[in-house]
């Protein structure tokens, strides 16, 4: 049976009393939470604090090697003009202890030290990557560095842009994000004919580890029939100028392997991560925060729903909030619970596959099948970022 609050749906405009929401954060849980506040009332002034000037499509960005990427980026400032918002753009930051204080204040210190006042606060800033062994490397990139600059100008920038040089690139996690960049940029290479051969250095046993083992089968044979190197069980230690050092991660043993460039992505740091009750409301103690939410990656969501670091799970989390806002505000006062589920996940694999299950992890697809639910999945969000909700709770 349904839960009777989780199914009620909101009406298409509420009548809640007039407030001030301020979102710190323009990412997938960000927007989501935005997108869903205007959508169902117009008496709500929307604030967002974001340092940059536009919204990312994360999971997307290593399309930039056959895909301008401008085309994955959207500007706050048409956000703002498309959902009747604003948009500071500064910094912000906050600890556990900060938020009781900004709770009972009900305002937050802005960088040029202005006092924001606020009736509902949302966080969803994230969570940062891991970075293990960076700071003694060099000739080393993140997903950052993507995030600013198209993938073929950083590797043209790094390894030069003639083809009679051969050079080695190492790739670290096979993680979604490191597969992804590992067989577009393999692709990347076959299409423009460079000397350039790839490696993969992996600290489990098998890629994709994290989901059923026949997904990691079928990436190591497309590994295998494009010739890339692959070291599992293996810590990444430093780039050098020209090699790679890596660390077995049980005997200790270490070597080091030709490479010309490392690229880094080991994954998200999921340690200190703000936790929740059932609806999203931020957590000091066993005392909930009612006036602050949370959502995104920076989330803990003390309930059955997924908290997994994915866009799909920040969507959610971004619209429940949205919607719990209004419904607190409201004269109703009652709040749905989170209990999304998450119902797939698809890792890209290049311009025509892709590996992924949808339904249950059992129920694996490939090929033309994944990628069409990629596609798919992609145009439903950006329809909410255009005014157009398709998501169902």
């Known amino acids: 049976m349904m839960n009777p609050i989780a199914s009620c749906p909101m009406p298409v405009k509420t009548k809640a009393k007039k407030c001030r929401v301020v979102v710190v954060g323009g990412g997938y849980a960000g927007l989501a939470a935005l997108v869903t506040l205007r959508g169902l009332s117009d008496a709500v002034e929307i604030i967002l604090i974001d340092p940059n000037s536009d919204h ?26 498309r959902f009747d918002i604003q ?73 030069g842009k003639t083809k009679s040089k051969a050079s080695q690139i190492s790739i670290v996690g096979s993680g979604a994000t490191g597969i992804q960049f590992l067989f577009e940029i393999a692709h990347y290479i076959s299409d423009h004919h460079l000397p350039w051969t790839l490696r993969l250095i992996d600290s489990g046993t098998h890629p994709l580890h994290q989901f059923e083992p026949s997904l990691g ?76 939410f949370s959502a995104g990656d920076c989330s803990l969501f003390r309930s059955p729903g997924s908290n997994s670091l994915s866009a799909q799970s920040a969507v959610r989390k971004g619209r429940l909030i949205g919607q719990n806002i209004l419904r607190q505000n409201s004269v109703f006062g009652f709040k749905s619970p989170y209990l999304h589920r998450d119902l797939g996940y698809i890792i ?32 439903q969000y950006d329809l909410l970022l255009a005014g157009t909700n398709t998501f169902a709770l």
Not at 62 to 81: A, M, N, T, V, W
Not at 90 to 105: C, N, P, R, W, Y
């Open 56 to 81: 990312i499509k994360m999971t997307q960005v290593h399309e930039s090697f056959r895909k301008p990427l401008e085309g994955l980026k959207l500007p706050f400032q048409l956000i703002e003009k």
């Open 348 to 379: 890209s694999m290049g311009p025509q596959d892709a590996i992924g299950w949808v339904g249950t992890q059992k129920n694996i697809i490939a090929g033309s099948p994944a990628l069409t639910v990629k596609n798919v999945v992609e145009s």
């Open 217 to 292: 089968r079928y990436v190591l044979s497309k590994m295998d029939e494009l010739g890339i190197a692959y070291h599992p069980e293996h810590y990444f230690l430093k780039q050098g100028d020209s090699e790679v050092v890596i660390e077995h991660r049980d005997t200790y043993e270490r070597q080091s392997l030709p490479s010309d460039l490392t690229l880094y992505f080991s994954g998200k740091n999921s340690r200190s991560r703000l936790k929740t009750n059932w609806f999203g409301q931020v957590k000091s103690g066993h005392k909930s925060l009612s006036r602050i």
């Open 87 to 159: 948009h500071i753009k500064t910094d912000l930051s906050f600890t556990e202890a900060d938020l009781v204080s900004i709770h009972k204040d009900r305002k937050i210190r802005l960088g040029n030290g202005c006092d924001l006042t606020f009736d509902y606060l949302i966080l969803s800033v994230g969570t940062g990557f891991r970075t293990v062994g960076l700071e003694n490397s060099v000739k080393t990139l993140t997903l950052s560095d993507f995030v600013k600059t198209p993938g073929p100008e950083l590797l043209s920038r790094h390894l």
